[in-house]
């Protein structure tokens, strides 16, 4: 695959507005004042450390760069030699655990699937990191439902964490899709999303998201669909594709929107950010969060990110 792939420059675009987005959430951890800033849409002094969802995210995008598909072997050992270069990105308590296993030769099927007495994990994490599979598949929902279960799997064995997946990865895809083709914003977006996931309460989520006002205060969607405090894809992901569905084309409206519900802000931006800019591109997300971001390292494909 070349740089000039389309499907390689959005999932790059996607990249960029995942990563702004956690880094830009990250940044209301560290102040007392977050009710004032959100007010006065004040930003916080660069640079803006980006966490542990852009640091899985860069792995898919090296896996997808290098084979064009998920290569789950390919994948665990990634996200386990990342970890082991940074643990301090800020990874789930989790996360931790599944990632030291794996980076000392566990075998991922078993490190995932054993985690939290044998449940597996239904945290956000594998959500988190997906929006540039969805871009990059695109054409193709099919295809960008069942390797966003296969990314997530890794991690993520329990029927919730991978349903989360699935719906950020299809709501990318579409996202991606709006740039050529009438897509329906609002309420049928979220429903073309949730069609595409099993019976779980991601899918039940999804279905109450549907039913709330465009004009519903931030607070209220909030109360109604969790906001991430529990960490958890099913009280993280209703209220991201809410706030993208009615957002598409406004990157800067839908973070601070993301931001304004509080709770897993790196998260929840992290999600909104990936699946707005692939609707929007790199050049819909503002300059100045693009140079206050972090920069990315360089991956095997492209330097320039
Ligand atoms: N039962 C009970 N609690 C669970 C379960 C379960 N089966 N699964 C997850 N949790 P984890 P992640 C809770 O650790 O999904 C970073 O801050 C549990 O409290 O698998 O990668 C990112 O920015 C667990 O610690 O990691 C995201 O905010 C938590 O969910 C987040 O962490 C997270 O699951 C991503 O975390
Ligand atoms: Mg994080």
Excluded at 188 to 196: K, L, M, P, R
Excluded at 254 to 269: C, K, N, R
Aim: aromatic letters at 8%; one cysteine or more.
């Amino acid at each position: 695959m070349t740089q000039a792939d389309p499907r390689y420059l959005a999932a790059r675009d996607a990249l960029n507005g995942l990563s702004v987005g956690d880094a830009f959430g990250q940044t209301f951890f560290h102040t007392n004042d977050r009710a004032v800033w959100f007010r006065d849409r004040a930003l916080a002094k660069p640079p803006w450390r980006w966490t542990d969802d852009t640091a899985m995210a860069l792995s898919i995008v090296e896996i997808l760069g290098a084979s064009g598909e998920i290569d789950q072997d390919a994948l665990a050992d990634r996200f386990a030699t990342k970890y082991r270069e940074e643990p301090t990105r800020g990874y789930g308590g989790g996360a931790h655990d599944i990632l030291a296993q794996i980076g000392s030769f566990t075998p991922w099927p078993q490190a995932s699937s054993s985690a939290f007495g044998g449940t597996g994990s239904m945290g956000n994490g594998a959500a988190m990191r997906v929006a540039p599979l969805g871009a990059f598949f695109a054409p193709d929902l099919d295809q960008a439902v069942v390797q966003a279960e296969a990314s997530a799997e890794v991690t993520h064995f329990h029927t919730e964490g991978k349903a989360g997946a699935v719906a950020v990865a299809v709501a990318a895809a579409l996202a991606c899709r709006a740039r050529t083709e009438r897509i329906e914003r609002g309420a049928a977006f979220i429903d073309a999303v949730a069609e595409h996931l099993p019976e779980c309460h991601v899918r039940e989520g999804l279905a109450e998201a549907a039913r709330l006002a465009p004009d519903t205060p931030i607070a209220a969607v909030a109360e109604k669909l969790g906001n991430g405090s529990r960490v958890l894809a099913q009280d993280t992901v209703p209220l991201v594709i809410w706030v993208a569905a009615h957002h598409l084309d406004d990157y800067e409206e839908a973070l601070w929107l993301a931001v304004s519900a509080e709770g897993d802000m790196d998260t929840t931006a992290a999600m909104v950010g990936g699946i707005v800019a692939s609707k929007v591109g790199t050049e819909g997300i503002p300059a100045a969060w693009l140079e206050a971001r972090e920069a990315l390292p360089p991956t095997a494909l492209d330097e320039g990110f």
